[in-house]
């Protein structure tokens, strides 16, 4: 799978969200990430045929939302988002969130895998506990798992983990949705300056070193550019060992480990 991909959550209105598919397509970008539940599949389908690049060439991902996570509704909300993107078959399908039947999900996905409908099958936000139960117990394991992952939440451990399982970390997030002033670090800036690159090429690059997949979200042509020029040079050990510094276990989401936090999230999505 491409390391760099472009993300497509919040971009709400249907004409930015195609124009903004149709102008990474075109910058060189071949990975789109994209969810039932951002509810723009259509415009990222008409992004996608706008470019006129050959099907083989993309890396189309799409999450299946929770109310449709069991065996019989899986296959459904499949088609559903196939035809809204305008295609006969998916690159890499997750599930969207550790929640609701998630195992009669799998087996519905495992079928729409071995009938070649879908290359590459993924979870999402799926903690440590929730991932060793899931490949524990499952004949296909997850190829990726898609995690908020930035310099402020690093998850080490985790990745220890998934790289022993063969498993690729996505990073979600990647600059932690512009929030804790993540532009605005010392560290950052002044390994920025060293590079003459920016504070989110510095994180990409970082993310990258370390064999984590990255989806930055950006409506900007010259950003998505930006964010997929971080080829050409090489981030030390002494600096990886700095940004390994900046963990501070923040995450932008927040936790949802009490049933209040769950029962506010499902709150916060009721109208998907
Ligand atoms: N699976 C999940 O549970 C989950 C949750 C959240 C996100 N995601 C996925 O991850 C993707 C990215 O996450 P995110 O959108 O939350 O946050 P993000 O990519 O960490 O940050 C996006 C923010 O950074 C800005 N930005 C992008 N490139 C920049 C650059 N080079 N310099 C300065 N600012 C820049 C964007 O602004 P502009 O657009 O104005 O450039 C936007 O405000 C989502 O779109 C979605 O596909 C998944």
């Not at 990975?31 to 006129?52: C, H, P």
Request: hydrophobic share 40%; glycine share 6%; with cysteine.
């Amino acid at each position: 799978m491409p390391m760099q991909g472009l993300g497509v959550f919040r971009i709400d209105d249907p004409n930015e969200c195609e124009k903004t598919v149709y102008q990474a397509l075109k910058a060189g970008y071949r990975y789109i990430d994209t969810a039932t539940a951002y509810q723009n599949e259509g415009a990222v389908g008409r992004g996608i045929k706008r470019s006129g690049i050959p099907r083989e060439e993309l890396f189309i991902a799409t999450k299946l939302w929770v109310t449709d996570a069991n065996y019989n509704d899986t296959k459904n909300a499949f088609e559903k988002s196939l035809k809204l993107l305008g295609l006969d078959y998916l690159d890499l399908y997750i599930i969207h969130q550790p929640y609701n039947d998630y195992y009669g999900a799998w087996r519905a996905m495992e079928e729409l895998y071995q009938a070649g409908k879908i290359r590459a099958l993924g979870v999402d936000n799926f903690r440590q506990d929730r991932m060793a139960d899931f490949v524990h117990f499952n004949k296909i394991k997850p190829q990726v798992n898609y995690l908020e992952t930035h310099p402020f939440y690093q998850r080490t451990e985790e990745l220890e983990y998934l790289n022993s399982e063969n498993i690729v970390q996505v990073a979600w997030s990647p600059f932690a949705a512009g929030k804790f002033n993540v532009f605005k670090d010392d560290t950052l800036n002044k390994i920025a300056e060293s590079h003459g690159k920016s504070v989110g090429q510095i994180i990409l690059r970082w993310l990258f070193q370390r064999g984590i997949a990255s989806i930055p979200k950006t409506t900007h042509i010259a950003r998505m550019k930006e964010n997929m020029n971080i080829f050409d040079f090489n981030l030390s050990s002494e600096e990886m060992n700095k940004i390994l510094k900046l963990d501070k276990n923040n995450s932008v989401a927040g936790n949802r480990e009490t049933a209040k936090e769950v029962n506010n999230f499902f709150d916060a999505f009721k109208n998907i």
